[in-house]
């Protein structure tokens, strides 16, 4: 069963306008939540986190917020830029045990110059 | 470079072959996890280290997959007697929590 989930499996967005991508999740003990960044034939690469403590976190061009009576998480990239093409895992950590990390199935992003 | 390394990128083997990957962590963490990308997938969790103590292990790690992390420093993922369902990418971790920190890969292939 897929804890988290994320239902677009493709975004296209102009360069320099808002790139906003959606993330679900089903399991309550997760107290952490993150996004990776990956290209082909590489690892996935951390942008940024927030605890369930918060709603909102931001690093730069990269804001994550977090609705915690709706399961649900985004993360909002403004201005989009073409080198931010690429896939993006919604991840969430369980901290009832090895803290290991549960993924969405990625959304793919192309930035349009 | 101080990141996740892993070796080797790619490896090819026959049905029915051992293989083994080698993944050396970032080096002031403790946490190192070993997960596996299918197409179209996210990463799933296989197994993880408390520097060199195997603490957890997912269903997903069947009696032919073996791991290793001596002295609590790099870590080594053999599968034995490789089946085609093996084919995947094969991710390592390591962890400054809460973010977990991925080296490229180890993108297997099973004929």
């Known amino acids: 069963d897929q804890q988290v989930k994320q239902n677009s499996p493709s975004l296209s967005v102009q360069e320099g306008r808002i790139s906003i991508l959606n993330c679900d999740y089903t399991n309550s003990m997760f107290d952490y939540f993150l996004w990776y960044k990956k290209y082909p034939a590489e690892g996935p690469t951390f942008l940024i986190s927030?605890?369930?403590?918060?709603d909102k976190n931001e690093d730069g061009r990269f804001t994550v917020f977090l609705n915690k009576s709706a399961k649900h998480l985004s993360l909002h990239i403004v201005p989009s830029q073409p080198g931010d093409s690429a896939v993006y895992f919604c991840a969430a950590r369980d901290q009832t045990g090895a803290n290991n990390l549960f993924f969405g199935t990625g959304t793919r992003l192309t930035v349009i110059p | 470079d101080t990141g996740v390394s892993q070796d080797p990128r790619h490896k090819i083997t026959k049905r029915g072959q051992n293989v083994t990957f080698r993944c050396d962590p970032i080096s002031e963490h403790n946490r190192l996890y070993w997960y596996r990308q299918t197409l179209g997938q996210g990463p799933e969790f296989l197994t993880y280290?408390?520097?060199?103590?195997?603490?957890?292990k997912s269903r997903l790690l069947s009696d032919r997959f073996s791991a290793e992390r001596p002295k609590g420093s790099f870590s080594t993922l053999e599968i034995q007697r490789t089946e085609q369902g093996d084919s995947a990418m094969y991710l390592c971790a390591s962890s400054l929590e809460p973010a977990q920190f991925f080296g490229p890969g180890t993108r297997l292939t099973v004929l």
């Open positions: 280290f408390q520097n060199e103590a195997q603490l957890e």
């Open positions: 927030i605890s369930s403590i918060k």
